[in-house]
Structure formats: C-alpha cells, structure tokens
T-cell receptor, first 111, second 116 residues
C-alpha cells in the first residue's frame, strides 16, 4: 500500500519568513495530493491540492510543487503569519480515493 | 466544499459501554464516507470505508466487531465503539467526498471520545 513520509515534524519560523514542508510517497499510481491544516482540537481543513498532471499550483501565499519522477511534493508558505501556526498534513491517494496521510508537521510562527 | 457534521462532539463513557457517533453529509448525498482515528499528536489513520447499503471495508488491524459501521442512508453513517476501553480514547473524524467525480475529501468536526 501507499506510504507517505513528511518532514520536518516540527518547524519554527519568524513571522514574515517562508516555510517549506516536504513529503514523499511510495505508490507511483497515486495521482492526487492534498494538504490539510489542522488547528488544535479542530477538523483538518483543505488548504491546497495538486493532481499528477500539474507540476505546481499557487494560491496567494501558499504553493505546492510536485515531482512525480522523484515521488515527492512540497508545501510552500510565504510571508508567514502567526495564524499560520498549526499542524499541516500532506496526503496522497490513487484512483481508489483512499487518502494516506503523512505524519504531520507542527508549524510555529513566532511574532 | 462539502458540509459535514458529527455528533456528539465530545463523549465521556465508562469502560465496557458502547458509544455511537454520527456523521452527516448536510449538502449532498454521500455513497461513501470514511472514518479516521487520531491519537494525540499523531496523524489521521483510516479505520474503514463506509459504503451506503453495503458492508464497510475495514483497514488492516481494525476490528470490525468492535467498531461497527452502519451507512443506512446517503446522508448518514454511524460508528459504534462497542465495549469501549481506555485505549479506545481518541479523536474520531469522518470525511466525505466533495461531490460526484471529485477526489477531494472534507472532514467532519470530529468526536473526542474519553473512556474512563
């Protein structure tokens, strides 16, 4: 089955700096890669996703890149703000639509 | 995205009792729903796929007789934790697809189960 690894597990940045979170996956059949943000005690919220026919996608301060050959994808947050502090999860799925999640990254943005 | 509700949001029960958690898709009919479990400071682990009108598909290591899933309608799936024990204490979250032909999943608000 699919295995998704996520790094780093914790990330601390200064407000205004950029944050990058990286994930690798094992199943070459995976073709959908969402990123979720989860605040303490709350539900995961979809923040951006990318499909295998696209190499990069951007939405304001958030961008995701995908390298299918290397089987890795990354989340980039620019101009970080304290409200970006949360746990971020990457995930991968194939045509079966079952999501496999990475281990999560706790992002702390210091004001 | 899809609107998903869960009930209850929190439940505390005694060891040995059973607890039912409801997941509702409020704005469209969901033939498939997913149930996840999340322990503190850990990732979401898929427990089972709930299929309307048929048996749920359980992930390896998840006891189907302990975690009973019923998906009797296109808007409601229930997860019953039977004979709950302290080690079952966790955050249980359901999810649904955003709509026909989409692979995006949207999550319910979760249910915090504490077994004393």
């Amino acid at each position: 089955g699919e295995n998704v690894e996520q790094h780093p597990s914790t990330l601390s940045v200064q407000e205004g700096d950029s944050a990058v979170i990286k994930c690798t996956y094992s199943d070459s059949a995976s073709n959908y890669f969402p990123w979720y943000k989860q605040e303490l005690g709350k539900r995961p919220q979809l923040i951006i996703d990318i499909r295998s026919n696209v190499g990069e996608k951007k939405d304001q301060r958030i961008a995701v890149t995908l390298n299918k050959t290397a089987k890795h994808f990354s989340l980039h947050i620019t101009e970080t703000q304290p409200e970006d502090s949360a746990v971020y999860f990457c995930a991968a799925s194939n045509a079966g639509n079952m999501l496999t999640f990475g281990g999560g990254t706790r992002l702390m943005v210091k004001p | 995205g899809a609107v998903v509700s869960q009930h209850p949001s929190r439940v505390i029960c005694k060891s040995g009792t059973s607890v039912k958690i409801e997941c509702r898709s409020l704005d469209f009919q969901a033939t498939t729903m997913f149930w996840y479990r999340q322990f503190p400071k850990q990732s979401l682990m898929l427990m089972a796929t709930s299929n309307e009108g048929s048996k749920a598909t359980y992930e390896q290591g998840v006891e189907k007789d302990k975690f009973l899933i019923n998906h009797a309608s296109l808007t409601l799936s229930t997860l019953t934790v039977t004979s709950a024990h302290p080690e079952d204490s966790s955050f249980y979250i359901c999810s649904v697809y955003g709509g026909a032909g989409t692979d995006t999943q949207y999550f319910g608000p979760g249910t915090r189960l504490t077994v004393l």
